[in-house]
């Protein structure tokens, strides 16, 4: 059983959190989803969805999966440097790393993407990018994994990227069965990727 | 502004209230999402996801948008009197409702969808068609419309449904869009159904 540590903050993007949390959730017998943030209580996304978390200090875990969504929230945290360190302290411990959308630039902050090969939101690549410029940023990508790290591209690219890391570690089947029961259209190359072109 | 009221239960499934409100909740403009359970306080997604809900009670708008989500969670409440009264009072009022995957299930248990053509779970399909037999349960479909009433196939087919439902109060491109900036490859036909054959 692997706890899924999920790092909330208030301006999550909703769907960022909650495609992968539907896939590792379901896998009960493998995944452990959990809630935090840095202080702990309701943390609301910016859909107004309001989420009981708990505070990281309460994490007890040794070996975990770390999860960084995205969303407008990550605008005023890239610039937080206790939040960072946290991070940093967070991903040190972390069996694998998983980020979607522009939480890839917040955890690029942390310095341990630098040198691995990452994408983020299209929207916001120029953005993303502009954050840490010694990661090896790929525009045109649904997803990435470098070693322990997987990134995705925006929002519901999430979901792609996480039937990958379940296929990775349980097998093509039981990713292709989770898509199913879910009835998810599964991109399952990386190199699907529409909505690149739209902002080059 | 059209609030969104958005039902939840205990083991209510995670992806499909959070896939639509991540579209509805980014048209600010709008939509108002808000989140309510029978008796109020947190609601536990069956991947453990805890939300905080208002009592139904609480509810003040003489109009909006009822959206009702499946999950392994209404198996229990199909049997429970008390809240399928709550649901057709609710329904009574709306402007649309909208169900996803099993919520089309649990909606019919109120005779309100009786002649009307509704889809749901496509795994699920014989039980959630065995609740109420004089709807018009139509199998092979992504989702479906009649009159104010939207249901959807299971799971991530309530963003296609939901990304109709914007495109038919608010305009096509305003849909497109929508899908463009969550970099989901929108299924624009409800006739798109892989997931149908798989269980006929």
Same mark, same amino acid.
Request: aromatic share 12%; hydrophobic share 40%; charged share 20%.
């Given at each position: ?36 943030? #840095?202080? @702990?209580?309701?943390? %609301? /996304?910016?859909? +107004?969805?309001?989420?009981?978390? !708990? ?57 341990? #993407?630098? @040198?691995?090969?990452? %994408? /983020?939101?299209? +929207?916001?690549?120029?953005?993303? !990018? ?71």
């Amino acid at each position: 059983m692997r706890e899924i540590v999920t790092i909330l903050f208030d301006d999550f993007e909703t769907l960022d959190v909650f495609g992968p949390i539907e896939i590792l959730g379901r896998l009960k017998e493998y995944f452990d989803p959990q809630f935090y943030s #840095l202080a @702990g209580g309701t943390i %609301t /996304s910016s859909h +107004k969805v309001p989420i009981v978390t !708990r505070p990281i200090s309460e994490l007890q875990e040794s070996s975990y999966i770390l999860f960084i969504p995205g969303g407008i929230g990550t605008r005023k945290l890239v610039k937080d440097e206790a939040f960072i360190q946290v991070l940093s302290t967070l991903a040190g411990k972390a069996e694998f790393i998983l980020t979607v959308c522009t939480g890839s630039g917040l955890f690029a902050k942390t310095g341990l #993407l630098s @040198g691995k090969r990452a %994408t /983020s939101n299209k +929207k916001a690549f120029a953005w993303v !990018r502009s954050l840490q410029q010694d990661v090896n940023w790929v525009q045109k990508a649904r997803w990435t994994v470098d070693g322990n790290i997987y990134t995705s591209a925006g929002v519901s690219a999430g979901m792609d990227m996480t039937l990958q890391f379940v296929a990775d570690i349980l097998g093509y089947n039981v990713a292709k069965q989770q898509s199913i029961e879910i009835e998810y259209d599964w991109k399952e190359t990386p190199s699907w990727d529409p909505f690149a072109d739209l902002y080059e």
